[in-house]
Protein backbone atom coordinates (compact mmCIF):
# COMPACT_ATOMS: atom_id res chain seq x y z
CA UNK A 1 0.00 0.00 0.00
CA UNK A 2 1.39 3.30 -0.77
CA UNK A 3 2.41 5.60 1.52
CA UNK A 4 -0.12 8.47 -0.19
CA UNK A 5 -3.42 5.77 0.39
CA UNK A 6 -1.78 4.94 4.36
CA UNK A 7 -1.92 8.89 5.11
CA UNK A 8 -4.92 9.33 3.24
CA UNK A 9 -6.67 6.59 5.19
CA UNK A 10 -5.33 7.61 8.38
CA UNK A 11 -7.04 11.07 8.09
CA UNK A 12 -10.38 9.36 6.93
CA UNK A 13 -10.50 7.03 10.27
CA UNK A 14 -9.62 10.21 12.19
CA UNK A 15 -12.15 12.19 10.62
CA UNK A 16 -14.67 9.34 10.92
CA UNK A 17 -14.04 9.09 14.91
CA UNK A 18 -14.03 12.50 15.48
CA UNK A 19 -17.18 12.95 13.61
CA UNK A 20 -18.81 9.71 15.57
CA UNK A 21 -17.93 10.99 18.93
CA UNK A 22 -19.59 14.25 17.95
CA UNK A 23 -22.75 12.11 16.73
CA UNK A 24 -22.52 10.29 20.08
CA UNK A 25 -23.01 13.63 21.97
CA UNK A 26 -25.66 15.11 19.68
CA UNK A 27 -27.65 11.86 20.48
CA UNK A 28 -26.83 12.44 24.08
CA UNK A 29 -28.36 15.78 23.54
CA UNK A 30 -31.24 15.55 21.93
CA UNK A 31 -31.76 12.55 23.96
CA UNK A 32 -32.10 15.03 27.23
CA UNK A 33 -33.81 18.10 24.88
CA UNK A 34 -36.46 15.92 23.73
CA UNK A 35 -37.26 14.66 27.33
CA UNK A 36 -37.43 18.01 28.97
CA UNK A 37 -39.20 19.70 25.83
CA UNK A 38 -41.91 16.78 26.27
CA UNK A 39 -41.81 17.09 29.76
CA UNK A 40 -42.81 20.59 29.70
CA UNK A 41 -45.47 20.10 26.79
CA UNK A 42 -46.77 17.32 28.63
CA UNK A 43 -47.01 19.13 32.02
CA UNK A 44 -48.77 23.04 30.32
CA UNK A 45 -51.13 20.30 29.04
CA UNK A 46 -51.82 18.21 31.77
CA UNK A 47 -52.26 21.83 34.02
CA UNK A 48 -54.60 23.13 31.41
CA UNK A 49 -56.90 20.63 30.71
CA UNK A 50 -57.08 19.19 34.40
CA UNK A 51 -58.51 22.60 35.29
CA UNK A 52 -60.60 22.75 32.38
CA UNK A 53 -61.91 19.37 33.07
CA UNK A 54 -62.50 19.54 36.50
CA UNK A 55 -64.40 22.84 35.90
CA UNK A 56 -66.89 22.28 32.90
CA UNK A 57 -66.73 18.59 31.83
CA UNK A 58 -68.36 16.96 34.57
CA UNK A 59 -71.88 18.93 32.44
CA UNK A 60 -71.67 18.69 29.46
CA UNK A 61 -69.57 16.28 26.67
CA UNK A 62 -70.55 18.85 23.68
CA UNK A 63 -68.66 21.65 25.44
CA UNK A 64 -65.63 19.67 26.46
CA UNK A 65 -65.50 18.68 22.63
CA UNK A 66 -65.88 22.62 21.20
CA UNK A 67 -63.15 23.79 23.67
CA UNK A 68 -60.82 21.23 22.35
CA UNK A 69 -61.81 21.84 18.75
CA UNK A 70 -60.63 25.33 19.83
CA UNK A 71 -57.59 24.11 21.65
CA UNK A 72 -56.13 22.50 18.64
CA UNK A 73 -52.97 20.90 18.50
CA UNK A 74 -50.52 21.05 21.72
CA UNK A 75 -46.90 20.87 20.74
CA UNK A 76 -45.75 17.56 21.75
CA UNK A 77 -49.02 16.22 22.90
CA UNK A 78 -51.77 14.26 21.47
CA UNK A 79 -55.32 14.35 23.14
CA UNK A 80 -57.68 12.10 22.44
CA UNK A 81 -61.46 11.92 24.68
CA UNK A 82 -63.11 8.38 24.69
CA UNK A 83 -66.66 7.59 25.37
CA UNK A 84 -67.70 4.88 28.13
CA UNK A 85 -67.29 2.06 25.72
CA UNK A 86 -63.42 3.27 24.69
CA UNK A 87 -64.45 4.98 21.60
CA UNK A 88 -62.48 7.53 20.22
CA UNK A 89 -64.71 10.68 20.28
CA UNK A 90 -62.14 13.47 19.47
CA UNK A 91 -58.56 13.23 18.50
CA UNK A 92 -56.50 16.26 18.18
CA UNK A 93 -55.30 16.92 14.83
CA UNK A 94 -51.97 15.62 13.43
CA UNK A 95 -48.82 18.22 13.56
CA UNK A 96 -48.59 20.68 10.54
CA UNK A 97 -44.37 21.09 11.69
CA UNK A 98 -42.43 19.38 9.84
CA UNK A 99 -45.78 17.12 8.36
CA UNK A 100 -45.19 14.12 6.83
CA UNK A 101 -41.53 13.33 7.77
CA UNK A 102 -40.45 11.45 10.63
CA UNK A 103 -36.67 10.17 11.83
CA UNK A 104 -36.23 6.61 11.41
CA UNK A 105 -37.13 4.61 13.66
CA UNK A 106 -33.21 3.72 15.08
CA UNK A 107 -32.94 7.23 15.83
CA UNK A 108 -36.40 7.72 17.58
CA UNK A 109 -35.23 4.47 19.40
CA UNK A 110 -31.82 5.97 20.45
CA UNK A 111 -33.55 9.37 21.60
CA UNK A 112 -37.45 8.82 22.82
CA UNK A 113 -37.75 9.32 26.34
CA UNK A 114 -40.39 7.16 28.09
CA UNK A 115 -44.15 7.03 27.16
CA UNK A 116 -45.70 9.52 29.24
CA UNK A 117 -50.11 9.33 29.78
CA UNK A 118 -52.49 11.37 31.84
CA UNK A 119 -56.14 10.59 31.81
CA UNK A 120 -58.79 12.59 33.52
CA UNK A 121 -61.78 11.11 34.09
CA UNK A 122 -64.80 12.98 32.46
CA UNK A 123 -68.88 12.56 33.59
CA UNK A 124 -69.12 9.92 30.22
CA UNK A 125 -65.46 9.22 29.18
CA UNK A 126 -62.11 9.45 29.27
CA UNK A 127 -59.50 12.26 28.41
CA UNK A 128 -56.10 10.71 27.46
CA UNK A 129 -52.91 13.62 27.28
CA UNK A 130 -49.97 11.53 25.55
CA UNK A 131 -46.46 13.11 25.21
CA UNK A 132 -46.09 13.19 21.25
CA UNK A 133 -42.12 13.63 21.01
CA UNK A 134 -41.87 12.70 17.13
CA UNK A 135 -41.24 16.46 16.18
CA UNK A 136 -38.79 17.02 18.77
CA UNK A 137 -36.83 13.82 17.82
CA UNK A 138 -37.43 14.68 13.94
CA UNK A 139 -35.30 18.33 15.17
CA UNK A 140 -32.71 16.26 16.38
CA UNK A 141 -32.87 14.19 13.26
CA UNK A 142 -32.11 16.75 10.88
CA UNK A 143 -29.47 18.44 12.96
CA UNK A 144 -27.61 15.21 12.85
CA UNK A 145 -27.87 14.93 9.08
CA UNK A 146 -26.70 18.37 8.71
CA UNK A 147 -24.12 17.24 10.80
CA UNK A 148 -23.08 13.95 9.17
CA UNK A 149 -23.30 16.22 5.99
CA UNK A 150 -20.65 18.30 7.32
CA UNK A 151 -18.84 15.52 8.41
CA UNK A 152 -18.81 14.00 5.20
CA UNK A 153 -17.83 17.48 3.13
CA UNK A 154 -15.21 17.52 6.04
CA UNK A 155 -13.68 13.96 5.13
CA UNK A 156 -13.73 14.68 1.60
CA UNK A 157 -12.23 18.16 1.33
CA UNK A 158 -9.52 16.93 4.39
CA UNK A 159 -8.41 13.86 1.88
CA UNK A 160 -8.12 15.95 -1.44
CA UNK A 161 -6.43 18.43 0.89
CA UNK A 162 -3.69 15.66 2.20
CA UNK A 163 -3.77 13.98 -1.19
CA UNK A 164 -2.60 17.16 -3.03
CA UNK A 165 0.49 17.67 -0.39
CA UNK A 166 1.63 14.53 0.22
CA UNK A 167 1.80 14.07 -3.94
CA UNK A 168 3.28 17.37 -3.87
CA UNK A 169 5.73 15.88 -0.96
CA UNK A 170 6.61 12.56 -2.13
CA UNK A 171 6.76 13.66 -5.83
CA UNK A 172 10.36 13.65 -5.69
CA UNK A 173 10.40 10.38 -4.09
CA UNK A 174 9.80 8.56 -7.32
CA UNK A 175 12.68 10.26 -8.88
CA UNK A 176 14.96 9.65 -6.24
CA UNK A 177 14.10 6.26 -6.29
CA UNK A 178 14.97 6.09 -10.42
CA UNK A 179 18.20 8.00 -9.31
CA UNK A 180 19.45 4.91 -6.91
CA UNK A 181 17.97 2.46 -10.03
CA UNK A 182 20.80 4.18 -12.24
CA UNK A 183 23.29 3.60 -9.14
CA UNK A 184 22.57 -0.18 -9.53
CA UNK A 185 22.77 -0.37 -12.87
CA UNK A 186 26.35 1.20 -12.76
CA UNK A 187 25.59 4.58 -13.96
CA UNK A 188 27.49 6.37 -11.45
CA UNK A 189 27.34 10.08 -13.05
CA UNK A 190 23.79 10.42 -12.43
CA UNK A 191 23.37 13.28 -10.17
CA UNK A 192 19.02 14.84 -9.27
CA UNK A 193 17.89 17.61 -9.79
CA UNK A 194 17.16 20.24 -7.04
CA UNK A 195 13.99 19.50 -5.35
CA UNK A 196 11.96 21.73 -3.60
CA UNK A 197 10.96 21.19 0.64
CA UNK A 198 13.62 20.58 3.15
CA UNK A 199 13.76 17.00 2.84
CA UNK A 200 13.59 16.01 -0.68
CA UNK A 201 16.25 18.72 -0.55
CA UNK A 202 18.55 17.09 1.83
CA UNK A 203 17.76 13.38 0.85
CA UNK A 204 18.90 15.06 -3.16
CA UNK A 205 22.08 16.65 -2.21
CA UNK A 206 22.57 13.81 -0.32
CA UNK A 207 22.22 11.55 -2.77
CA UNK A 208 24.06 13.83 -5.26
CA UNK A 209 27.29 13.70 -2.81
CA UNK A 210 27.00 10.15 -2.59
CA UNK A 211 27.13 9.40 -5.89
CA UNK A 212 30.22 11.76 -6.48
CA UNK A 213 32.01 9.92 -3.70
CA UNK A 214 31.23 6.41 -5.39
CA UNK A 215 32.11 7.92 -8.95
CA UNK A 216 35.61 9.51 -7.31
CA UNK A 217 36.25 5.66 -5.48
CA UNK A 218 35.77 3.62 -8.77
CA UNK A 219 37.47 5.98 -10.89
CA UNK A 220 40.58 5.80 -7.84
CA UNK A 221 40.23 2.16 -7.79
CA UNK A 222 40.25 1.61 -11.36
CA UNK A 223 43.46 3.71 -11.35
CA UNK A 224 44.91 1.93 -9.20
CA UNK A 225 44.32 -1.25 -10.47
CA UNK A 226 46.03 0.26 -13.75
CA UNK A 227 49.01 1.43 -12.38
CA UNK A 228 49.34 -1.65 -10.01
CA UNK A 229 49.38 -3.04 -13.62
CA UNK A 230 51.71 -1.29 -14.95
CA UNK A 231 53.67 -2.06 -11.98
CA UNK A 232 53.61 -5.60 -12.64
CA UNK A 233 54.10 -5.40 -15.78
CA UNK A 234 57.38 -3.08 -14.78
CA UNK A 235 58.79 -5.66 -12.74
CA UNK A 236 58.33 -8.37 -15.19
CA UNK A 237 60.03 -6.58 -17.76
CA UNK A 238 62.80 -6.15 -15.48
CA UNK A 239 62.69 -9.47 -14.14
CA UNK A 240 63.31 -10.54 -17.92
CA UNK A 241 66.22 -7.74 -18.30
CA UNK A 242 67.86 -8.77 -15.30
CA UNK A 243 67.78 -12.54 -16.12
CA UNK A 244 69.12 -11.64 -19.55
CA UNK A 245 71.82 -9.29 -18.12
CA UNK A 246 72.47 -12.33 -15.71
CA UNK A 247 72.90 -14.97 -18.28
CA UNK A 248 75.10 -12.11 -20.76
CA UNK A 249 77.22 -11.83 -17.67
CA UNK A 250 77.94 -15.38 -16.73
CA UNK A 251 78.18 -15.77 -20.97
CA UNK A 252 81.40 -13.16 -20.84
CA UNK A 253 82.28 -14.81 -17.94
CA UNK A 254 82.47 -18.64 -19.21
CA UNK A 255 84.13 -16.66 -22.21
CA UNK A 256 86.49 -14.64 -20.45
CA UNK A 257 87.88 -18.05 -18.42
CA UNK A 258 87.34 -20.81 -21.38
CA UNK A 259 88.68 -18.79 -24.24
CA UNK A 260 90.50 -15.68 -23.29
CA UNK A 261 91.84 -16.98 -20.19
CA UNK A 262 93.28 -19.81 -22.10
CA UNK A 263 94.71 -17.76 -25.08
CA UNK A 264 96.47 -15.33 -22.83
CA UNK A 265 97.87 -18.60 -20.55
CA UNK A 266 99.07 -19.41 -24.23
CA UNK A 267 100.50 -16.09 -24.89
CA UNK A 268 102.69 -16.14 -21.60
CA UNK A 269 103.45 -19.76 -22.23
CA UNK A 270 104.90 -18.49 -25.62
CA UNK A 271 106.79 -15.38 -24.04
CA UNK A 272 108.42 -17.78 -21.44
CA UNK A 273 109.55 -20.03 -23.53
CA UNK A 274 111.21 -17.17 -26.19
CA UNK A 275 112.76 -15.53 -22.67
CA UNK A 276 114.04 -19.13 -21.92
CA UNK A 277 115.23 -20.09 -25.51
CA UNK A 278 118.96 -20.10 -25.71
CA UNK A 279 119.92 -19.29 -29.65
CA UNK A 280 118.12 -17.45 -31.98
CA UNK A 281 117.13 -14.67 -29.37
CA UNK A 282 118.99 -11.67 -28.43
CA UNK A 283 118.84 -9.89 -25.39
CA UNK A 284 116.21 -7.04 -26.40
CA UNK A 285 114.18 -9.50 -27.48
CA UNK A 286 114.32 -12.01 -24.21
CA UNK A 287 113.42 -8.31 -22.52
CA UNK A 288 110.23 -8.18 -24.61
CA UNK A 289 109.16 -11.51 -23.70
CA UNK A 290 109.54 -11.08 -20.56
CA UNK A 291 107.20 -7.99 -20.60
CA UNK A 292 104.67 -9.69 -22.76
CA UNK A 293 104.86 -12.64 -20.04
CA UNK A 294 104.38 -9.85 -17.28
CA UNK A 295 101.65 -8.31 -19.39
CA UNK A 296 99.76 -11.71 -19.75
CA UNK A 297 100.31 -12.44 -15.84
CA UNK A 298 98.99 -8.84 -15.07
CA UNK A 299 96.06 -9.19 -17.87
CA UNK A 300 95.16 -13.06 -16.50
CA UNK A 301 94.96 -11.77 -13.02
CA UNK A 302 92.70 -8.83 -14.10
CA UNK A 303 90.91 -11.09 -15.54
CA UNK A 304 90.48 -13.56 -13.01
CA UNK A 305 89.12 -10.72 -10.56
CA UNK A 306 87.12 -9.44 -13.27
CA UNK A 307 85.20 -12.86 -13.45
CA UNK A 308 83.07 -13.57 -9.90
CA UNK A 309 82.39 -9.96 -9.93
CA UNK A 310 80.81 -10.39 -13.19
CA UNK A 311 79.71 -13.94 -12.45
CA UNK A 312 81.23 -16.28 -10.04
CA UNK A 313 81.93 -19.70 -11.93
CA UNK A 314 81.41 -21.54 -8.90
CA UNK A 315 78.20 -20.90 -8.56
CA UNK A 316 76.80 -22.79 -11.16
CA UNK A 317 80.00 -25.48 -10.34
CA UNK A 318 80.26 -25.54 -6.54
CA UNK A 319 76.91 -23.80 -5.28
CA UNK A 320 75.85 -20.79 -3.13
CA UNK A 321 78.00 -21.32 0.12
CA UNK A 322 81.05 -21.84 -2.08
CA UNK A 323 80.70 -18.83 -4.16
CA UNK A 324 80.15 -16.54 -0.87
CA UNK A 325 82.85 -18.06 0.88
CA UNK A 326 85.17 -17.45 -2.08
CA UNK A 327 83.92 -13.98 -2.67
CA UNK A 328 84.31 -12.37 1.23
CA UNK A 329 87.52 -14.07 1.19
CA UNK A 330 88.14 -11.77 -1.96
CA UNK A 331 87.00 -9.00 -0.37
CA UNK A 332 89.34 -10.08 3.08
CA UNK A 333 92.08 -9.76 0.42
CA UNK A 334 91.78 -6.63 -0.91
CA UNK A 335 90.06 -4.85 1.93
CA UNK A 336 92.87 -6.15 4.98
CA UNK A 337 91.85 -3.21 7.12
CA UNK A 338 88.17 -4.42 7.52
CA UNK A 339 87.54 -7.51 9.63
CA UNK A 340 84.66 -10.11 7.75
CA UNK A 341 82.85 -12.56 9.55
CA UNK A 342 81.15 -15.06 7.47
CA UNK A 343 78.69 -17.55 9.47
CA UNK A 344 77.07 -20.14 6.95
CA UNK A 345 74.47 -22.41 7.71
CA UNK A 346 73.09 -25.49 6.17
CA UNK A 347 71.07 -24.84 3.31
CA UNK A 348 68.68 -27.27 1.34
CA UNK A 349 70.49 -27.95 -2.14
CA UNK A 350 69.10 -27.79 -4.67
CA UNK A 351 68.55 -23.72 -4.63
CA UNK A 352 68.06 -22.97 -8.02
CA UNK A 353 69.32 -20.34 -10.30
CA UNK A 354 67.31 -17.59 -9.50
CA UNK A 355 67.24 -17.69 -5.76
CA UNK A 356 71.54 -18.30 -6.01
CA UNK A 357 72.18 -15.26 -7.93
CA UNK A 358 69.26 -12.99 -6.26
CA UNK A 359 71.36 -14.22 -2.97
CA UNK A 360 74.32 -13.32 -4.38
CA UNK A 361 73.82 -10.28 -5.72
CA UNK A 362 71.97 -8.76 -2.69
CA UNK A 363 75.05 -9.93 -0.51
CA UNK A 364 77.43 -7.82 -3.55
CA UNK A 365 75.57 -4.99 -3.21
CA UNK A 366 75.14 -4.62 0.46
CA UNK A 367 78.99 -5.71 1.30
CA UNK A 368 79.75 -2.42 -1.68
CA UNK A 369 77.59 -0.04 0.26
CA UNK A 370 79.14 -1.06 3.67
CA UNK A 371 82.48 -0.57 1.88
CA UNK A 372 81.31 2.86 0.00
CA UNK A 373 79.43 4.44 2.51
CA UNK A 374 80.13 2.96 6.03
CA UNK A 375 83.59 3.30 6.90
CA UNK A 376 83.11 0.37 8.77
CA UNK A 377 85.86 -2.06 10.36
CA UNK A 378 83.90 -4.91 11.07
CA UNK A 379 81.24 -6.57 8.55
CA UNK A 380 79.12 -9.45 9.64
CA UNK A 381 77.49 -11.74 6.96
CA UNK A 382 75.17 -14.83 8.20
CA UNK A 383 73.62 -17.06 5.74
CA UNK A 384 70.97 -19.94 6.58
CA UNK A 385 67.94 -21.60 6.17
CA UNK A 386 64.89 -21.29 8.85
CA UNK A 387 61.75 -22.91 8.16
CA UNK A 388 61.81 -22.66 4.36
CA UNK A 389 63.16 -19.01 4.26
CA UNK A 390 66.56 -18.21 3.76
CA UNK A 391 67.95 -15.78 5.40
CA UNK A 392 71.00 -13.17 4.63
CA UNK A 393 72.09 -10.64 7.24
CA UNK A 394 75.08 -8.31 6.62
CA UNK A 395 75.51 -5.93 9.37
CA UNK A 396 77.80 -3.16 9.63
CA UNK A 397 79.74 -1.36 12.57
CA UNK A 398 80.16 2.09 10.62
CA UNK A 399 78.37 5.66 10.85
CA UNK A 400 74.71 4.45 9.51
CA UNK A 401 72.21 5.67 6.99
CA UNK A 402 72.34 8.88 6.19
CA UNK A 403 68.79 10.99 6.60
CA UNK A 404 68.26 10.78 2.99
CA UNK A 405 69.39 7.38 2.31
CA UNK A 406 66.40 6.86 0.08
CA UNK A 407 67.09 9.85 -2.16
CA UNK A 408 66.62 9.13 -5.92
CA UNK A 409 69.51 8.37 -8.32
CA UNK A 410 70.43 5.58 -6.15
CA UNK A 411 69.25 2.18 -6.94
CA UNK A 412 71.20 -0.27 -5.26
CA UNK A 413 68.86 -0.66 -2.27
CA UNK A 414 65.89 -0.78 -4.76
CA UNK A 415 67.25 -3.22 -6.86
CA UNK A 416 67.68 -5.82 -3.76
CA UNK A 417 64.59 -5.48 -3.02
CA UNK A 418 63.07 -6.10 -6.43
CA UNK A 419 65.13 -8.87 -6.28
CA UNK A 420 63.56 -10.16 -3.17
CA UNK A 421 60.39 -9.14 -3.67
CA UNK A 422 59.96 -11.44 -7.30
CA UNK A 423 60.97 -14.29 -6.17
CA UNK A 424 58.18 -13.52 -2.93
CA UNK A 425 60.70 -12.41 -0.40
CA UNK A 426 61.66 -9.23 1.59
CA UNK A 427 64.94 -6.77 2.21
CA UNK A 428 65.01 -4.24 4.86
CA UNK A 429 67.41 -1.97 5.76
CA UNK A 430 67.57 -0.26 9.07
CA UNK A 431 70.17 1.45 11.08
CA UNK A 432 71.23 -0.71 13.93
CA UNK A 433 70.97 0.25 17.80
CA UNK A 434 74.65 0.05 18.51
CA UNK A 435 75.53 1.70 15.58
CA UNK A 436 75.74 0.54 11.76
CA UNK A 437 73.56 -0.71 9.45
CA UNK A 438 71.78 -3.97 8.99
CA UNK A 439 70.54 -4.93 5.66
CA UNK A 440 68.55 -8.43 6.37
CA UNK A 441 66.92 -10.27 3.33
CA UNK A 442 64.48 -13.23 3.27
CA UNK A 443 63.68 -15.36 0.39
CA UNK A 444 60.87 -17.85 0.96
CA UNK A 445 62.18 -21.37 -0.27
CA UNK A 446 59.41 -24.00 -2.21
N1 LIG B 1 75.96 0.24 4.87
C1 LIG B 1 75.65 1.52 4.71
N2 LIG B 1 76.13 2.45 5.59
C2 LIG B 1 75.82 3.76 5.44
N3 LIG B 1 75.02 4.25 4.45
C3 LIG B 1 74.53 3.38 3.55
C4 LIG B 1 74.81 1.98 3.63
N4 LIG B 1 74.18 1.37 2.61
C5 LIG B 1 73.54 2.37 1.92
N5 LIG B 1 73.75 3.56 2.49
C6 LIG B 1 73.20 4.86 2.07
O1 LIG B 1 72.08 4.59 1.28
C7 LIG B 1 72.18 5.23 0.04
C8 LIG B 1 71.50 4.41 -1.01
O2 LIG B 1 72.20 3.23 -1.28
P1 LIG B 1 72.07 2.54 -2.69
O3 LIG B 1 72.84 1.29 -2.67
O4 LIG B 1 70.65 2.48 -3.03
O5 LIG B 1 72.69 3.60 -3.66
P2 LIG B 1 74.23 3.96 -3.87
O6 LIG B 1 75.07 2.92 -3.25
O7 LIG B 1 74.46 5.35 -3.39
O8 LIG B 1 74.35 3.95 -5.44
P3 LIG B 1 74.20 2.68 -6.41
O9 LIG B 1 72.97 2.99 -7.16
O10 LIG B 1 75.38 2.62 -7.21
O11 LIG B 1 74.04 1.48 -5.51
C9 LIG B 1 73.62 5.39 -0.16
O12 LIG B 1 73.91 6.48 -1.03
C10 LIG B 1 74.14 5.66 1.23
O13 LIG B 1 73.98 7.01 1.54
MG1 LIG C 1 74.77 0.88 -3.67
Known amino acids: MSLRLQINLLIASLIAIFIGVLFAFQIKDTRNSV ?3 IEAGNRVATQLLSNFVLVYADTSR ?45 YTALVAPQPMQQRFDTFDGVLEVDANPSRAILDGWDDAVRLLQFGVLAMVLGNLLVF ?29 PAFVGSEAGAIGSAFNRMAQTIEENLNARQQAIEAELRLQQNRELADIVQTRIEDERGEIARELHDETGQSVTAIKSLALSLTRREQGCDESAKQTAQLIVDT ?21 SLGLTDAVGERVDEWRRLNPQIEFKLQLGDLPEPLGTTVTLAVYRILQEAITNALRHAQAQR ?5 RAESNVLRLDIDDDGRGLPADWQRPGHYGLRGMADRARVLGGEVTVANRTGGGVRVSASIPLQ
Do not use: C, N
Open 379 to 383: IEISL
Open 296 to 316: ASGLYAAMHDMIPRLRPLTLD
Open 164 to 192: ALIWRATRPFSVIAGGLDELQRGAYHTRL
Open 35 to 37: REE
Open 62 to 106: PMLVDFLIHLGRVRSTDITLRDQQGSVVYSSPPPVYKAGRDAPAW
